[in-house]
Structures are given as structure tokens and as C-alpha cells.
């Protein structure tokens, strides 16, 4: 750390008068007090390049899951945490859930422990707009140094206030965060004064954002409220000083949910009303714990309660063991929890005031054992054996003896006469990564799981191209279970590359799933392109990729999907994006709540209207050609959003095997791939894309893939504008695992095309050459060829009516069908299994879905006249305009282009 200098000289707050209005500014400040600065002492720094990583302050900032700093924001830490207070403008959001956090602590964890899991804490509940900055310093020896823009200061106690000014009925509210050394809590104080000349009415509230796996519960005994969570080891809480918490039951814990707001009492009221010229404060502390545990016995020791001492080692017959949650339970009920060091210990310190005290201590593969504490309230020193758990050993290879990804069940056996049920395990939640539940990701297929002795079924998967392996292992306490097999790649897809355009991990603000976990589950899916696209933020995977060591194993560029609020038209993904890392949003645009189509049209041309593909979401695309307001009647929709538009949404992919029933209600339109075809009819060139949008990471991504054409089959050679401009023209085949593959040639077998492709056949008769490969874990068992979006009846081949045209062999279907045509048509070309399903390869939620694929259309023009759509709507009348609105895409050549030539063979 810098010796501290001159602390807050560059700039001081204006000096405010009792009753006085805007004129009184500082407007919204940011005041740094610092007394007498010492060696360790505590400090605020605004996040500079210099805080960046591999700059000279890189380890100042805090680490985490949730993590959402960036340039501008102010760090205010001291020996103990560290906290993040985001920079005071009405801009600043988070993330796309996280908004409006301005002055807010955005990051809090321990310095020794760090592990931010917090997404926001909002004073006053996010009720007064913070959005300008200043700075002071005061007390003996403080010292600062920069203007607002770039503060920093050093003491034995440091404050950073955030004022916001007042309007109409509300106050002028000031924030202060204040550290002093040693510390481990923010005091965070609230000052709200009336300027106005009628009395106001205030509410004393705060809110926290912490998601999805956290609870949230008070003690009144002890005066304060937690968000506890027990798997990612965090927990924060909020206990007022001169105040009580309103709503808590006097002799329990009151659970709550924990996005409500705090609100806090002052001589019994919340509501608190201020005369004219006249203020009130309302003090609290904001802590950061490893676990709660150690949470409420902070709290406890500062409410003075009498506090026993545990210090308990847990321990196998092979040393300490980590990560062991210990529970602390007495005869009124459970108290809290937290997990063992690396060495296998852990701190407790317990109210004396419960005699009953019970600890249960349970780890992966070791069962729980109990253990009932003494009553006489006397520290102890405390072990607790557990037996050894099984150890699964894993050495999957791919055919060469090497090592290869792979995703790796483990579903414990049914009673049977061989031996007693076995459970499946739970190595963690859904939000984490590598161990997930009962499967373990692994970047090389060489890993060791601790396991609960019994007998298992495992699964080895490694995406459809591959065959899994099925085995049973039986798992003995204490031993090594080897688990050794090869991977074998049987599916042939020279020339095509699996993608998912679109998926999203913690940083997206709608879940909280480890950005890491979800790319070890694209990796272990063997899905080699992959762009990053988090809701409303450009990031990026490439330093997961680099830190597993296998960026020659998986492509991907930045990209984000712009999330507007009107649903479901008005989300867009897009990639490649200009990354600006450390900046607000990734530096990637703002959404448009308003018009869909002037937010696609800004996301579409933004870097300068760069090459990029522009993806649809999920669109009710009825909603989109021709009913806006989704009322049944028609008007323009948003059909102008097409014109920026490269590529839709379709899936399920299933779907277009089934039958659309008419529309009884517009709100629920008919299935996205018909309608998809029907646009097809109307003249629209939009391919058609399947994709996961996974949120969380067991089995989330992997389910659904797209096959784009590619001029190399190596992730590491390929370039993001290869899988643009072949996504642009549809060179895709959609599909949640066969390999499907169309090829359409003349009569005189001299011109080609494939999906996406046009070709010009005179003689009215163009042959199909279909193919379809399958993996051993499932099958296909028909084939249909759609006419214009109509399927054919004389070119449907299910297996039941021409075996020969099938077989059990990896390629289930190969024959060239003849196509007789009157008129210009498109062909697009699906396989299903009717009779078969993915199985638990993917995982419980897709186990069954009937396999399925579904190419993009060849368009086959027979009068050498130019491609003409028939205009069918399939039987199913929907609003629409007269012309369709189409995207034109410019590229290096300087040509537009809408869709592909056709190719020539040599």
C-alpha cells in the first residue's frame, strides 16, 4: 500500500444550513473522514486501471461469485473486509436484475476469506437517487489525495458518504459508511433531514438482494437480520445500533423472504414524521461472516450475551476434513451452520443461555454423526471421527489413450437381490460447479469424488458425436473405486460444428449460477463455439477456458443478449460484441422498454455497425408479424424488428411434427417452428436456431445444439465470422442430439446445395440425400420431408414401413429421395424418434424427449425465374403485412447477400 498522503485536500463539501433547500448542495457527496492514519490502516480508493488485474493494486478489490465492481466504483476496506460502494450515478446498475445502485454496497466479504456472494444492499431501500460526488477529509493525520473522480485516503477510520438531494416531500438524505481499523462491519448511518417548510414522513428501511440459494431469517434477541448462504459459505447481516427490527418474533427466529424490505423502529415507530429544519439518524451495521455461525455469535458478543467456546476438529482415519457442515441445533431449534477449514476445524461460539446444545456434522460420502454437548456452558475442545468415505478414481479417455471432457453420473441402485438401495448423491447445487448434484464435470476426464459407499450406475457421456458408457460400480469405505473406460467418437460431422448461441451464468442477474460451471458444462457437452451472452452485459469465458487449460477445446467470442422488458419479443442476442471489461454493462448497449425495434436496430449496428449476428429470442412471432398488443386483432406488430434480425429462435424442435390446433387466444400462439414455416411462405429468409438458453448448470446446457456449416472442424481454427456468415445464410441443422445431413442435387447431378442454399432445378425434380447419424443411447425411427412447410405424405419414411432403409448401426438412415415439384418450393427435412427418448444422458428434466432434428430449408427455384413463396399460411390464418421486412448483410466483398448460391461441384 501507498504511505497515506494528504488526505481529501482536492475538494470540500460547501457548508450546509439548517432548513435550506438545493442551494444548500453538495448536492450528492462523497465524503472521506480519516483519523489518525497508522500502518494498517483502513482505506477508500476509487477503482482505477490500477486495480485491474496484473495492475499494482490488483488484489484490493474483492473476489466472488458475485463480484460487480468496476472502473469508477469506490473501495473502502481495512485488515478485516472489504466493501464496494458503487459509483453515485443513475446509471449504474449491477447487472440486469441488480438495478439502480448508485451510492449501494454491491461487494462485501472478508479480507482473509474472500467470497463476495451479495448482489446489493439498498439503504433506505433504494428510495433516494444518489448520482453526483465530492470529498473532504477531517481528523488528525488524515491524509487523501484526487478529485471525485479518483478518491483515496488512509486512516484509522475512514467514512464514504453518499448524499442525496431533496424533492418534493422527501429529504435530504445522507449515507455514511464508516471503517475503522480492526473492524469487521460497515457502520452504515443514515441522516435525514427536512429542508422543506412542512413536516415530512419518512420510512426507516433498507433491502437487500441475495438470491436464489440464500435464506433470510431474524433473531430480536440478539437485534439483527441475516441472509445466510450455507453452500457458497457466506452470510450478511444488519443489526441497528439505537433502533430494533421491526416484525421479528420476540423468543424465535422469524424466516422471511429475504427480498422484502428491513424496516427498522426508533421509539416504537418506522414511519418516523420530521418537522421542518429537522433531522433524524438511523445507525446500523452491515457484516460480512464465513458462515452464520460465526455471524450470530458476532452479533450476539455485541449485544453482550454470554457466549460458550467450541473449537472442534473433524476427522477421518486419513486427517482433517474440509468442507464438513456442522450444524448447531439446541431445544429451540436449529441455529446455525457452518463448514470446517482445510484442516478440518471450526470455530463455534454459542450462547450460553441454551444448555441443550446439539451438533451434527455431515460430509460428501461420510453419512452424519451427532454429538451432544456437555450443559455446564464450559469451553470445550471437541472431535468428531467419521468414517471414510469411498473414492471413485476416474481415468476416461478418448480413443488415443488420452485425456478428453466428460460429463459423469452417478444414480445410485434400487434394492435388488445383489445388495440394499443406494442414494443418489448430492455433491452440491445447481449454481455451482464441477460437483453438481449427482454428476461431476471434468475438463480431462481424470478426477478423484469422494462418494457415500454403495452401488451406483454411472454414466459417461460426452455429447451426441459420442457413444456413452454405461457401468456399475460398486464404492467400499475407505477404498478406491477405479472408474477407467474410453470415449468413442462415432458420429461423423466433418464440416459441421455444434454451437448453443445462447446461455447465461450469475453475471446475467436472473440466477446465480458459477459463470465457470457453465463452462465446463458447455465443455463437457462437447459444443465447440460458444458465445458469452449474459442478459444486458458483454463478458466473456475465455478466462475460464484459459484456466482450465482447453481453449484449444472450445471457441467463443463475447457477446450479450439485450434483455428489454416487454416480453417475450424483446430479447436479442448478439455476437461478436466489443468487450470494455470493467465498465458499466461490458460496454455493451442500453435496452429500449419501449420499442423492440429501436433496440434490436441499436444492438444491431453497434461498433459501428460491425459484422455481428443478431439472434431473436423466444419470440411469439405472431406477436411479431402483425399483433402487437397480442389482442387478436391485427395491426403492425413489430415486424420492423426483422430488418435487423439474422436468425430466429425456433424450438422445440419436436414441434413441428405436431399439428397446430387454431387460435383460440392470441396470447398462446402456435407452435415458433410453424410459424417460423409460414414466414418461410410469406418470402421471409430468417434461418431458424435451437438453443438451451441455460440458466443453471446441471445438465443446462447440451440438450439442444445447432450444427453450422464450417470450414474447419478444429475449435481452435475456428473464426467467429465463419460461423456468422454460415448462420446468416442458414447453413444450419437444428437438433437436440441426431446428426442430420441434406444435401439436394439436380437431375443431372452438376449442382448442389445444401441447408440455407438455393438451387435452380428445370426439370422440376431435385434428389435429397438424407442422412442421419445417432450415438448408442438413442434412436430415430422416421424421416419427413417437408414441402412448403406441409409434410409430404409421399415422402414420410417411418421405420415400421421400410425397414430397409434403416438400421442399428451409428448411421440409423442414409437414401437419396426423390423430390418432384410444380412449382418453386422450400424443402426442409426432420427425423424423430418416435419410439425412443434422449434418455438420463441429459439429465432428469429432458430424459423424455424424443430425439429429433430439423434441417434449415433448401430453396429450390424451377422455373430459373428467381425463388417466388407460395404465400400458404398452412391452414392456420395469422396476421401479417404485405411485404416482408428482410436483413441484407454487406461483408468484405461489398455484395449483399440473402441467401446462398448455389454450389457448384467440381
Not at 148 to 158: I, K, M
Request: net charge negative.
Amino acid at each position: 500500500m501507498n504511505p497515506p498522503q494528504d488526505l481529501c485536500a482536492a475538494l470540500r463539501l460547501a457548508p450546509r444550513r439548517r432548513g435550506a433547500s438545493a442551494s444548500l448542495l453538495p448536492v450528492v457527496a462523497l465524503l472521506l473522514t480519516c483519523v489518525g492514519a497508522i500502518a494498517t490502516a483502513a482505506e477508500v480508493h476509487t477503482i482505477d486501471e490500477s486495480f485491474l488485474p496484473g495492475g499494482e493494486h490488483a488484489s484490493l478489490p474483492p473476489a466472488g461469485k458475485e463480484a460487480d465492481w468496476i472502473l469508477g466504483d469506490h473501495i473502502i476496506r481495512n485488515d478485516r473486509i472489504v466493501a464496494v460502494v458503487a459509483k453515485p450515478v443513475a446509471t449504474r446498475n449491477a447487472n440486469m436484475t441488480v438495478r439502480n445502485v448508485g451510492g449501494c454496497v454491491i461487494d462485501l466479504t472478508t479480507v482473509d476469506e474472500p467470497n463476495d456472494q451479495l448482489s446489493a444492499y439498498y439503504p433506505g431501500g433504494g428510495r433516494h437517487t444518489m448520482n453526483r460526488g465530492g470529498v473532504t477529509a477531517s481528523g488528525k493525520g488524515a491524509s487523501s489525495a484526487g478529485g471525485v473522480d479518483s478518491l483515496t485516503a488512509s486512516g484509522e477510520s475512514v467514512g464514504l458518504i453518499m448524499v442525496a438531494l431533496p424533492a418534493a416531500g422527501t429529504p435530504l438524505v445522507e449515507v455514511t459508511y464508516s471503517l475503522a481499523d480492526g473492524d469487521d462491519f460497515l457502520t452504515v448511518t443514515s441522516r435525514y433531514e427536512n429542508p422543506h417548510q412542512e413536516a415530512i414522513t419518512v420510512e426507516l428501511e433498507d433491502r437487500v438482494r441475495a438470491d436464489r440459494s440464500f435464506t433470510a431469517a431474524g433473531d430480536a434477541s440478539a437485534n439483527i437480520f441475516w441472509w445466510d448462504d450455507e453452500w457458497f459459505g457466506q452470510a450478511y447481516g444488519l443489526a441497528p445500533v439505537g433502533a430494533t427490527l421491526e416484525g421479528l418474533k420476540t423468543d424465535e427466529v422469524t424466516a422471511r423472504n429475504g427480498r422484502d424490505p428491513l424496516r427498522y423502529a426508533i421509539d416504537g415507530k418506522s414511519s418516523i414524521e420530521i418537522a421542518p429544519g429537522k433531522s433524524v439518524e438511523l445507525v446500523r451495521r452491515l457484516m460480512p461472516a464465513n458462515s452464520l455461525l460465526a455471524l450470530r455469535a458476532r452479533a450476539a458478543e455485541m449485544t453482550g450475551m454470554p457466549l460458550r467456546g467450541v473449537q472442534l476438529t473433524v476427522a477421518d482415519a486419513n486427517g482433517g476434513v474440509p468442507h464438513a457442515l456442522v450444524t448447531a441445533s439446541s431445544g429451540a431449534g436449529r441455529y446455525a451452520a457452518g463448514h470446517t477449514d482445510a484442516e478440518g476445524r471450526l470455530t463455534l461460539q454459542l450462547p450460553s443461555r441454551f444448555s441443550d446444545w446439539t451438533l451434527s456434522v455431515s460430509a460428501v460420502g461420510r453419512g452424519e454423526q451427532t454429538l451432544d454437548l456437555p450443559p455446564n456452558g464450559d469451553s470445550l475442545n471437541l472431535a468428531v471421527e467419521q468414517p471414510l468415505p469411498g473414492l471413485v478414481v476416474a481415468a476416461i479417455s478418448d480413443a488415443s489413450g488420452g485425456p478428453i471432457p466428460c460429463k459423469v453420473q452417478f444414480r445410485g441402485r434400487a434394492e435388488d437381490a445383489d445388495g440394499p438401495a443406494t442414494s443418489d448423491p448430492d455433491f452440491g447445487p445447481d449454481s455451482t460447479h464441477t460437483a453438481i448434484k449427482n454428476l461431476r464435470y471434468s475438463h480431462d476426464g481424470r478426477f478423484t469424488q469422494e462418494i457415500a459407499p454403495g452401488r451406483y450406475d454411472v454414466i459417461i457421456s460426452y455429447g451426441p458425436e459420442y457413444d456413452a458408457v454405461t457401468t456399475t460400480i460398486t464404492v467400499k469405505a475407505g477404498e478406491e473405486t477405479p472408474l477407467a473406460t474410453t470415449l468413442t467418437r462415432v458420429v461423423d460431422t466433418t464440416g459441421w460444428i455444434s454451437s448453443d448461441f445462447h446461455s447465461h451464468s450469475t453475471p446475467s442477474g436472473d440466477n446465480t449460477s458459477s459463470q465457470f460451471g457453465r463452462v465446463q458444462n458447455l465443455l463437457c457437452e462437447q459444443l465447440e463455439f460458444n458465445p458469452c451472452t449474459e442478459h444486458n452485459r458483454i463478458s466473456s469465458y475465455v478466462p475460464h477456458l484459459e484456466t482450465l487449460g482447453v481453449s484449444h477445446l472450445m471457441a467463443t467470442c463475447t457477446g450479450m443478449e439485450l434483455t428489454g422488458s416487454l416480453l417475450p419479443v424483446n430479447h436479442q442476442n448478439a455476437f461478436p460484441l466489443v468487450e470494455k471489461r470493467f465498465t458499466q454493462d461490458g460496454g455493451g448497449p442500453v435496452v429500449n422498454n419501449e420499442d423492440p425495434v429501436r433496440q434490436v436496430e441499436r444492438l444491431a449496428l453497434w461498433d459501428d455497425g460491425a459484422e455481428k449476428l443478431v439472434q431473436m429470442n423466444h419470440p411469439n412471432l405472431v406477436q411479431v408479424l402483425g399483433d402487437r398488443d397480442t389482442d387478436g386483432t391485427p395491426d403492425a406488430g413489430f415486424e420492423a424488428m426483422l430488418g435487423f434480425v439474422d436468425v430466429i429462435e425456433v424450438h422445440p424442435p419436436a414441434q413441428i411434427f405436431q399439428k397446430q390446433a387454431a387460435l383460440e387466444d392470441p396470447r398462446k400462439p402456435p407452435a415458433t417452428i410453424f410459424t417460423w414455416m409460414q414466414m418461410l411462405n410469406l418470402g421471409y429468409r430468417v434461418p431458424g436456431v435451437v438453443n438451451t438458453d441455460a440458466h443453471y448448470n446441471f445438465h443446462g446446457s447440451g440438450w439442444l445444439r445447432n450444427y453450422i456449416k464450417s470450414p474447419t472442424d478444429d475449435p481452435a481454427e475456428i473464426e467467429v465470422s465463419d460461423v456468422v456468415r454460415a448462420s446468416e445464410l442458414g447453413e444450419i441443422v437444428m437438433t437436440n442430439g441426431p446428426f442430420l445431413e441434406v444435401l439436394a442435387r439436380t437431375g443431372d447431378d452438376e449442382t448442389v446445395a445444401g441447408p440455407g442454399g438455393h438451387i435452380t432445378a428445370v426439370d422440376q425434380e431435385v434428389v435429397l440425400s438424407v442422412r442421419v447419424q445417432c450415438p448408442n443411447w438413442f434412436d430415430i425411427d422416421r424421416v419427413q420431408v417437408f414441402v412448403n412447410g406441409r409434410p409430404n405424405a409421399a415422402l414420410n419414411f417411418p421405420r415400421r414401413e421400410n425397414p430397409e432403409l434403416f438400421s442399428r448401426d451409428v448411421i440409423r438412415f442414409e437414401h437419396t429421395i426423390p423430390v418432384l415439384l410444380e412449382n418453386d418450393a422450400h424443402l426442409i427435412v426432420a427425423t424423430i424418434g418416435e419410439e425412443s427418448k434422449l434418455g438420463m444422458v441429459m439429465g432428469p428434466d429432458h430424459a423424455e424427449s424424443k430425439p429429433v432434428a430439423v434441417s434449415n430449408p433448401i430453396f429450390v427455384d424451377v422455373d430459373a425465374n428467381g425463388f417466388t413463396p407460395n404465400g400458404d399460411l398452412l391452414d392456420l390464418p395469422i396476421p401479417h403485412p404485405e411485404q416482408p421486412t428482410m436483413r441484407k448483410h454487406s461483408h468484405e466483398n461489398g455484395h449483399a447477400h440473402e441467401h446462398s448460391p448455389a454450389t457448384r461441384r467440381p
